[in-house]
């Protein structure tokens, strides 16, 4: 029963939304006042609503709901049974949502009409059709849908009054095949890869892979292998400084690499003590077109590029903007800003803002507006956009940054290309050709509204004319080399994800998170551990289509294929299992010697995170941050000690963390080791106890207690 | 079996997968080299041991080498 104030409400449309805050803002969009009155059951929060009838909004927590195997305690494997079951009952720490569940049940019962307002992706039509199917007692097939972009009170209004008169069942359908597929590559992989190593080491350590695991790590390992086994080759570049008015000018050689010394040094000597002549002045003006509207992975890829933001952090922050109603919905792989979204007025709120004002008029003075758009749509939701809110809350600094850089944008699409003049001027000493290059800015157009993220660019070259004198001031030769492949890190490993059609937006941050977790990759610039290599290894030998590129497309393929309803569920997951019972009979035959592989690999990646630098007594053992059997002290010690070579060690702050800190001792050029204790701000410790340094502070001490 | 170079499993003449890759890529490289520097085997194997841009695998093998071939040369002493 509920009741509300003096009244019990018998009868009302009950909507479920996928998070707290998403229900706070479409109740009080709904409520004809715009009063909303909160309503707590057990600790689980809703809200009542009123516009002519009765409105009743309650939060779920994300996914309610789970795939588990159906026999429950069940650590072995191969388990190709499954059922959908609450979360809480199968994970650790969730027993809190046993009760939310409860609840919305108990308001389910008398709802005579029930309506799905998750958002309006795969992940939310899950969240919703489960809790309707489980939890409300199969009310799925006659529930209403809300599909909206933002959490504005107009959108969310319009989304209520135009409401869908049903689920969408076919993208239902696709993202629950995505979860049993992933669970059943997941759990039977990730736990023959577990279990190997257990038996063998008789210690626990969660392993995992899985259907885009895999692949990624694949990709990570392949770039880390080119980088270990690099070759640099030797190459050399010259330049000639001219002079020209007195300012000096660097000319780069036509060829940017010499293959050989003796052809270098030729070139030089030939250039020695000669003039050079003007033989052309090439110039072109370019169009820089504005920038597309973001999507999710540009928006990542940018706020890495500016920020350093991890893509998991950047989706934190933007779902935070998000349900703050400040920019639409950022799950979006769309490119694309229907008119619809109105965009005067959102300029027209933008121009409230003071730091926005001036441009959001100078664009609103146009005769039109229109958004430069890319090729990628998403039928679900445009690309990313403000909605010209203003903030009801302080911002944190990072959603300050990330708010702003997605107004600037917004912005910047409507405007003209930028112009740019490129200069090129061909210039003959002795024969050989140099290239003097430049640019300016003409016109700035977009580059204005974008600022600072993106800056006129300007490298002037001095005026010059075909068949003009110069003199050369020097010619240099520089010997380089080639360089290796870069590390990816995490923005660029996310577009080349993308870029293969793995994983989904939401996913795949989180899936380059489960790699750093598991130790399989480590720091930013990501380089592979041995463990990671080893899993690959063990994954390739013995069950290479796990790994393939090829597998995975054709099963992202075949979920786009349900969600447009021309594959059946059951056909993919029966196929599903089809490929992996023989991928799970070669793991088991081969479980004892997957598990030393992945033992030793595991002993060393983690023996690995704890070396300090190499020995300074030995030279050649290293110093490793080691705990005592006997005493159960911390401290640094040298590996060369289990051989009886060296029985160097040091003392540690028992206390708290340490880590290598990535940074060596003023004082002494000692590699220093950081301290992390709770309620101290760390500090790096350099362990050395001959350094200057601690004289140093032993005097100051002494000073102060003086 | 064990690679000469690390303790992982032997994959083609006496390496595993990743120094066996080392090693071609060394090979491979040799020629560009002696081309632009004109230097002997040995001369190439010292320079890559020492240049920060080789791959932590290749100067494992770079080493490996030298040391084999001092060891060889020592014995014909």
Partial sequence: MLRCGSRILSKYTLIITEKPNAAIRIAAALDAEGKVKKKVDSGVPYYLAKRGESVVVVPALGHLYTVAGKKRGQSDYPVFDFQWVPRYLVERGASRLGTWLKV????????????????????????????????????????????????????????????????????????????????????????????AAEKYSEKYATLSTGRVQGPTLKFLATREKSIKCFVPTPYWTIKA?????????????????????????????????????????????????????????????????????????????????????????????????????????????????????????????????????????????????PTGNLPQKRLSSSERKLWDLIVKRFMAIFVEPALMQTTKIIIDINGNKFHLRGKCTLKEGWLRFYSPYMKPESDLVPLLKKGEKISVNRIIMEDKFTTPPSRYNPSSLLKRMEKEEIGTKATRARIIQTLNTREYIRKEKIEVTDLGFEVIDVLRKYCP???????????????????????KRRQVL???????????????????????????????????????????????????????????KRFIGCTNYFEGNCKTSFPLPQKGVAKLSGTVCRDCSWNTVKIWIRGKRPWNLCFNPECSSKDKRRKKVEMQSL | MKCKVCDREIVEDDFCSMHLKAFKNLVERYDCWRKALRISWKEYLSEIRHNPLTGECTKEVASYLIENEEKRNGEEI
Wanted: hydrophobic share 35%; with cysteine; glycine share 4%.
């Fill in chain 1, 104 to 195: 919305i049940s108990r308001l389910s019962e008398n709802a005579n009409r029930l309506i799905d307002a998750c958002d309006y992706d795969i992940e939310g039509s899950v969240i919703g059709y489960s809790i309707l199917k489980y939890a409300c007692s199969g009310k799925e097939k006659n529930a209403q849908r809300m599909k909206f972009s933002t959490l504005t009170k107009e959108e969310l209004e319009k989304s209520y009054t135009e409401l869908l008169s049903s689920l969408n069942f076919s993208l239902i359908e696709a993202g629950l095949a995505r979860h049993e597929v992933d669970w059943l590559y997941g759990i039977n992989l990730s736990r023959a890869l577990t279990r």
């Fill in chain 1, 241 to 385: 400084k001219v002079i020209v008015d007195d300012a000096v000018f660097e000319a780069w050689y036509e060829k940017n690499q010499v293959e050989t010394k003796v052809e270098a040094q030729a070139i030089v000597d030939s250039c020695r003590s000669k003039t050079a002549e003007i033989k052309n002045v090439i110039t072109r003006t370019i169009q820089q077109h504005p920038p597309l509207p973001f999507d999710l992975g540009s928006l990542q890829g940018e706020a890495y590029r500016l920020f350093r933001y991890t893509p998991m952090y950047t989706l934190n922050i933007a779902q935070r903007l998000y349900l703050n109603a400040l920019i639409s919905y950022p799950r979006t792989s769309s490119q694309k800003l229907p008119p619809e979204i109105g965009y005067t007025e959102i300029l027209k709120k933008l121009g409230r803002i003071a730091k926005y004002e001036s441009q959001a008029y100078e664009l609103l003075a146009r005769s039109a507006l229109k958004p430069t758009e890319g090729k990628k749509s998403d039928p679900a939701h445009p690309a990313i956009y």
């Fill in chain 1, 545 to 567: 289509a796990v790994v393939s590129l090829e597998l995975t497309r054709k099963l992202e393929e075949r979920m786009k294929r349900i969600q447009q309803g021309k594959e």
């Fill in chain 1, 574 to 632: 029966h196929d599903t299992i089809e490929i992996l019972k023989p991928v799970i009979e070669r793991l088991k035959e081969e479980e004892q010697v997957i598990g030393a592989r992945l033992s030793q690999a595991l002993m060393k990646t983690r023996l690995e995170d704890r070396v300090v630098s190499i020995c300074p007594v030995c030279k050649k053992g290293k110093l490793v941050i080691l705990k005592s059997r006997k005493t159960g």
